[in-house]
């Protein structure tokens, strides 16, 4: 068990982005100092709508034990220097160049960002505080499009599993190699691989956290990035959504990225050695971009216009949703608490918001 001191500080890095955020905020309020580190990536990855700057002065606006880094976690000196300057007692990396379409413009920055940034902030904590709990932020991406050779079922609005081997989704043993993963799928399993490691050769607190689909209100989604975020603005903005192949019925699992936060704070709390979990919704929070349309449309009162493209995402799943049993199985104080429907009509309220202005 990880022992609290008074002004315990954490280390978020991606701390303007969704979970970044979301996870300053949660700490700040258990009462840890907390050092977001974030350099507003996200605008050069995606252009202004991904700006992330907003978040960022949020977070200086309303927590007052928060310090923002302007720092690219691709800088190895400045990261060990912070590192080793503050002595996190827990890290949580979820800076990321987050899109699989986009990584393939942009293959260095993305591996670099992915990769070596993961390796430069595990390497920084294995000599500055090997024993805080070092939690990253990984993705189903790292099984590659494997979860598509699975039998599946078409049912009227969504696809879904044949096999009741994974009636309550994909596990964590499921193969991670020879399968198509896109670069920034294999830029993430190549963090996911390195974060095992320092879990198990050099026995650090680490774990890899493989995502679903993480949301919630303070996403900047946009096209290549942030499904739920950005299939709500575009029908708060009557703009068309496109839709690519396997006629709309593909399936994600969404998660809140407070139950997200809650995870990490149930690991940091009793940590185990290089470990992985399957983190969304399950099957429970699953939708299919169909079904998506309907429960937003019941919130905005504003029919969905869309366009259907015939051609699927490269390496895109067809149908995604999280086996949770491990995550409750070694932590049963988390499970689920804020649903599909909740969640939406949070994403709604927190558009129409930042819309307005
Ligand atoms: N949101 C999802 O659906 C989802 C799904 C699976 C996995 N994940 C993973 O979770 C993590 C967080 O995702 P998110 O949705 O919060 O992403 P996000 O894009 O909202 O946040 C990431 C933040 O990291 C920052 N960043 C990027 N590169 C950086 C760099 N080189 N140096 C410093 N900061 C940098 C960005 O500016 C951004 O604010 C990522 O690792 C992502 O791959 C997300």
Not at 179 to 190: C, E, I, R
Request: include cysteine; proline fraction near 4%.
């Amino acid at each position: 068990m990880h022992n609290r001191s008074r002004m315990d500080s954490v280390l978020v890095t991606g701390s303007s982005g969704l979970i970044g955020s979301e996870v300053c905020a949660y700490f700040a309020k258990a009462a840890y100092r907390v050092h977001g580190v974030d350099n507003n990536q996200r605008a050069s990855f995606f252009g202004p709508e991904g700006d992330t700057r907003w978040n960022q002065y949020r977070l200086q606006r309303e927590l007052p034990c928060f310090q923002h880094h302007e720092l690219d976690i691709r800088n190895r000196q400045k990261v060990l220097d912070l590192v080793n300057r503050i002595r996190p007692k827990i890290i949580v990396h979820a800076a990321a160049q987050p899109s699989h379409d986009r990584a393939t413009t942009i293959p260095f920055d993305d591996f670099d960002t992915n990769a070596v940034g993961t390796l430069n902030l595990l390497e920084a904590a294995r000599q500055a505080c090997p024993e805080s709990p070092f939690i990253h932020l990984s993705t189903n991406k790292v099984y590659g499009d494997a979860p598509n050779q699975l039998r599946l079922t078409e049912l009227e609005t969504r696809w879904d599993y044949a096999d009741p081997e994974y009636a309550e989704g994909i596990p964590e043993t499921f193969p991670i190699d020879q399968s198509l993963h896109s670069l920034f799928g294999a830029s993430k399993l190549a963090a996911d691989m390195m974060v095992q490691e320092y879990g198990r050769y050099f026995n650090m607190p680490t774990c890899c956290l493989r995502g679903g689909c993480l949301t919630g209100p303070n996403h900047s989604g946009v096209e290549l990035h942030g499904f739920l975020s950005y299939l709500v603005k575009c029908n708060l903005e009557d703009r068309e959504y496109q839709i690519y192949g396997y006629k709309g019925k593909q399936v994600r699992d969404n998660i809140h990225s407070h139950d997200v936060t809650r995870f990490i704070h149930e690991f940091a709390k009793n940590p185990r050695s290089g470990e992985v979990y399957n983190l969304g919704g399950g099957k429970a929070n699953s939708c299919s971009i169909l079904e998506a349309f309907v429960l937003v449309e019941r919130f905005t009162g504003r029919r969905q216009r869309y366009t259907y493209v015939e051609d699927n995402r490269i390496g895109d799943h067809i149908c995604y949703y999280s086996d949770l049993r491990k995550m409750r199985a070694h932590y049963p104080r988390w499970d689920i608490t804020i649903d599909l429907k909740q969640t939406i009509s949070e994403i709604v309220e927190a558009w129409q918001r930042r819309l307005a202005f």
